[in-house]
């Protein structure tokens, strides 16, 4: 199984992400935002709000993307070519 490290919201509904086992990238949110149930990260004030939801991310109302679904979807970046910014949501 999966875990995310590290996820830092970007513009146009992309998250960069980490998982534990190294691999870093870009995961494209938008496709998801055409559900009712993940209308609300159309805004961008929310959309930043994503946080580490157990393995995965989330959102304050509930909204959250499983790592496997994530992993399956990465965009993967070497290492060097990726970094996050000061303040990433990350756990430990």
């Known amino acids: ?11 146009d509904g992309y998250l960069l992400v980490e998982l534990a086992d190294g691999r870093r990238g870009y995961f494209d ?12 990260l159309q805004q ?3 959309f930043r709000q ?18 496997d679904t994530i992993a ?3 965009q993967t970046l070497e290492p060097a070519t990726c970094r996050f910014s000061e303040n990433p949501t990350q756990i430990a």
């Open 72 to 74: 399956a979807g990465l």
């Open 44 to 46: 961008d004030a929310y």
């Open 1 to 11: 199984m999966h875990k995310i490290i590290h996820a830092q919201p970007l513009p």
């Open 50 to 67: 994503v946080r580490l939801f157990f393995a995965g991310v989330g959102w304050p109302e509930g909204q959250d993307l499983g790592p």
């Open 29 to 40: 949110v938008k496709p998801y935002m055409t559900s009712a149930f993940f209308a609300a």
